[in-house]
Structure formats: structure tokens, C-alpha cells
């Protein structure tokens, strides 16, 4: 019966959140450069997505999201990658060996605080079962959270493997879901329900013609800012407002993939650039947030490959001077994508019966419209 419930749930909710209008939907279209044709991470050649929610009873909101760089063996093939760390306030798992190596050789995987250890060991379960990989004795799984533990019962750690298999089997190419899903389930941002958020960038053919993408998991707090327009103050709910209750704390992941043939350290400096993007939504990084952004680079000539015996390689790479326009990519897209996190939230109600207000959107758009920060 129990198994029956969430099935139920799940397909239910699913169709709510299909029915939701993104941020371009209203006109809100932030920077100069054009999005790719989902408009999400997956406009990046290779990239799947896959997400398992979990909705059960009144306390159980949470799920993992999943991004696999390429539909290989990404532990044989493993791609170039970089981690910037915007506020260490998080249980990252397998960071360092990327900044000491400058390369992940698994899926990159989002959940919940408390599931972060679980979901690794799922991790390190999936990519031992691939046979090919039958003589690998260490692997550095990918995960990366946010504490959805207001809305969701973080203690009961409802995220094991069946579920981080499904998400990689149900991995996909196009459109991705936003909002309250997978590791997005329980989140909250800047006042008001969080989630799961996407959008992309296409550079012009005589900057590269490359394509960044994002995804984050948006679960932190400050003064929500939407195309310079701002709203949270507009509703005086915004942190340090008096006599409003408000968390500031809660954190945000980020992660960006790219086609561009980058070196670890020119995905580094992307990575970076992100943050630029959190500071224009309204986001000052809290204390108490953990704030990650992990890039990757999907060129085919970039990838390491297990067991290489040249003792030197020739890769193509982006030089210093032509990475002006990905780093504007980056900071587009994560903008829009963390809008698109508010926009495709819908309301909640968790454990203890707490209840979380969704962005409500013909108040959001008539502050825009005063402050002339969307296109009609």
C-alpha cells in the first residue's frame, strides 16, 4: 500500500508542475544571449538528467537529481571538471579529488543533507555493476546537498539506492523537470518554495558557437531580486525585515556543463563566474549556507581516459582570451535557471504541518512591470 501511495503521488504532483509557466514564459529574459533549444542543461550535446521525487504521507519531501555528462562509462571516459566554493557550509562528497585532479569519473548527484552519504555509496554500487568496470578497486562518487530538513523528515535518510538507480536509468536527454522534484522536492529560496531549476546559453559562431548549461538546487535565503526588480522587499519578505519570520540559511548548488574543450583550470574560473548570477537574485551567501558550483566540459577530445599509457597528451583547449563570452553564459544562465526554480515551485506542505508559499506570480508580475524588468 505504501509503494501504491507514492506512485500515486508522484504522477499527480508531476502534472501540476508540467502545467507551470517558466520565467521566459513572462518575458523575464535576463542578458543579451540566446538560450538553446530545452533551454536547460541538457542543450549541451551528451548531458541526461534523471530525477526521483519522493512524496510520501506528511513528511517525506525529498528525491535525488542526477547529471550525467555523457551516455558512456563516465569512470572509463571521465571528463574534465572544477569545483568553486562560494561558502564551505556543506557536505560535498568527492570535491577534493577534483581540485587535485581536475577530472569526475561518475555521475554528478544533488539530494537532500542527511541522504548525501547514502546516495553516495549508491553511486560507488552503480558504477562497480557496470562490467566494464569489473577491475576498478576506487571511485570518487560526486554528490552534492542541500538541507530540505524544514519541509522533510531529514533524519528518516529516505534516499537509498533504488531510488538513485532509477533516476540514472530514467536519465534523459531534452526537456528537464523543475520545481519541487528530485533534490529540489523540499527545498525553500528566498522566502518562499524552492526547487529544481534549468536554463542554457548559446554563444554566437564567432565567439565559439558553444553552449553553456545549468541546473541548480535552489534552498537559500536573502532579498529576492528578479531582472533587477525588487520583489522581496515589494512583499517585505525579505531577511532582516521587521517582524517578518524569514531563514536566511539553507544553500545552493549549482552545476554547469559546456561543450567548450575548457582545461580544469579555465572551468574553475567558470565556475566562478556563477556566482555573479547569485549575488544578482538577491543572494549574499549566509553563514549557514553551503554554496558549491561544479563545471564540467563534455568535448569529446577532452576526456581521460582509464588506464592512458601516453606519457603525454594533446588536448585542444579554449585559450585565456576567448573566455569572456562562456563566462557571460554562465552567469545568464544561472540567473534564469534560479528563476526558473521559483517559477516552476509550487506551494507545500511537510512535516509538522509546515506550509511553504510557492512565488505568487501575479503579485511577482505586477512588481515587475512597475519597475519595467520584463518583456510584454
Not at 501540476?16 to 543579451?32: C, H, L, N, S
Not at 577534493?96 to 537532500?112: K, M
Not at 529544481?196 to 529576492?224: A, C, D, M, W
Not at 583547449?317 to 569572456?324: E, I, L, P
Request: hydrophobic share 40%; charged share 20%; proline share 5%.
Amino acid at each position: 500500500m505504501r509503494r501504491l501511495i507514492l506512485v500515486v503521488t508522484i504522477v499527480s504532483f508531476a502534472l501540476t508542475v508540467y502545467a507551470q509557466k517558466r520565467a521566459r514564459d513572462y518575458g523575464i529574459a535576463p542578458g543579451i544571449l540566446t538560450p538553446g533549444k530545452w533551454n536547460a542543461i541538457t542543450d549541451v550535446s551528451g548531458v541526461l538528467v534523471g530525477q526521483e521525487t519522493l512524496i510520501i504521507g506528511d513528511s517525506i519531501r525529498t528525491g535525488v537529481t542526477v547529471i550525467k555528462p555523457h551516455p558512456g562509462n563516465i569512470f572509463l571516459e571521465k571528463v574534465p571538471a572544477a569545483v568553486f566554493v562560494g561558502n564551505g557550509f556543506g557536505k560535498a562528497v568527492g570535491f577534493t579529488q577534483i581540485n587535485e585532479l581536475g577530472n569526475i569519473e561518475t555521475p554528478v548527484a544533488l539530494t537532500g543533507t542527511l541522504n548525501t552519504f547514502l546516495v553516495a555509496n549508491s553511486l560507488i554500487d552503480y558504477t562497480l555493476s557496470i562490467p566494464e568496470n569489473a577491475g576498478v578497486r576506487s571511485v570518487n562518487p560526486i554528490v552534492g546537498e542541500t538541507n530540505d530538513g524544514w519541509l522533510n523528515d531529514v533524519r528518516g535518510r529516505y534516499v537509498h539506492s533504488p531510488e538513485v538507480f532509477k533516476a540514472l536509468k530514467s536519465a534523459h536527454s531534452g526537456a528537464v523537470a523543475e520545481g519541487n522534484v528530485g533534490a529540489g522536492t523540499g527545498t525553500r529560496c528566498l522566502g518562499f518554495k524552492g526547487g529544481i531549476g534549468t536554463s542554457s546559453r548559446v554563444l554566437p559562431h564567432e565567439k565559439g558557437g558553444y553552449t553553456v548549461g545549468v541546473l541548480v538546487q535552489t534552498n537559500f535565503g536573502g532579498i529576492l531580486t528578479i531582472n533587477g526588480a525588487p520583489v522581496g522587499k515589494e512583499m517585505n519578505n525579505f531577511y532582516m525585515a521587521n517582524d517578518v519570520p524569514y531563514v536566511v540559511d539553507g544553500s545552493c548548488m549549482i552545476v554547469i556543463a559546456t561543450d567548450a574543450p575548457l582545461s580544469a583550470r579555465n572551468l574553475k574560473r567558470l565556475a566562478k563566474r556563477s556566482f555573479l548570477a547569485f549575488g544578482k537574485v538577491g543572494s549574499f551567501s549566509s553563514n549557514g549556507s553551503g554554496d558549491y558550483s561544479i563545471a564540467f566540459s563534455t568535448a569529446p577530445a577532452c576526456r581521460i581516459k582509464y588506464g592512458e599509457k601516453e606519457i603525454e597528451q594533446t588536448i585542444p583547449q579554449v585559450s585565456n582570451n576567448f573566455m569572456s563570452p562562456l563566462f557571460l553564459a554562465v552567469v545568464e544562465a544561472t540567473e534564469e535557471a534560479i528563476y526558473n526554480s521559483l517559477f516552476m515551485a509550487s506551494d507545500m506542505t511537510g512535516q509538522k504541518g509546515r506550509f511553504m508559499k510557492a512565488l505568487p506570480i501575479p503579485e511577482t508580475l505586477k512588481i515587475l512591470d512597475k519597475y519595467n524588468a520584463r518583456k510584454k
